[in-house]
């Protein structure tokens, strides 16, 4: 079928199914989560504190596309002086190297899951978080399929294209309008800096956030916890 620019990426696949003749109303992304992930989920998490549990996500197959590390690493700083968080770092055991580093300067408000989490495992653990902020890639769509907050960074591909439909749960910066003048969108996020990531994430938690009882549960009911 053809493809319009900029559509995103869950109604072209809808548009295609509907020729099958699948329903099509329904554009939510859904992801089970089992027992024994929950189970490794509160296992991997028990170490938290009382404040929001933020995650970060700092990979990205495509390194225009990631973030830098020392801006997640300040951005996680300055969320634990705001709010008192636990910064919950993911990832796969290939991007050790990009969380190390964070997790060191993060000390003992870090809990670094990187490598410790299967699809399902990690799935469990982002439901529980309060926000995640991810760049552009599968654990920003993760989010979407459980329902949990986030706030997703964009450099050279199109937030029209690729971000979750729900924008109010799912919110989004796009770097390459925050950066118009520095390198286009190929070199956006290398110059995107913490403020507005640190705005938007204040934002997100301010709507969303859970009491501690909830996030054990993976559940989703409102907070009388702000920012």
Known sequence: IARDDGENEVVSWLRLVALL?????DTRLELQVGPADEARADELLARRGDGPLIGLHLGAKDPARRWPAERFAALGAALRRHTGATLVLTGGAHEAEL?????????????????????????????????LVSNDTGASHVAAAVAAPSLVLFGPTRPAQFAPLERERHAVIDAAEQTPAQGGAALALRHLPVAP????????????????????????????WRA
């Open 21 to 25: 003749g699948a329903p099509t109303g």
């Open 99 to 131: 969380t190390a580093p964070v997790a060191r300067a993060l000390g003992p408000a870090a809990l670094d899951l990187t490598g410790r989490t299967d699809l399902g495992a990690l799935a469990a653990v982002i439901r529980r978080l309060d926000l």
């Open 197 to 224: 990531v640190l705005a938007a994430a204040l934002t997100q938690l301010a709507r969303h956030a859970r009491p501690l009882a909830a996030r054990s549960l993976g559940g989703a009911q409102e907070a009388p």
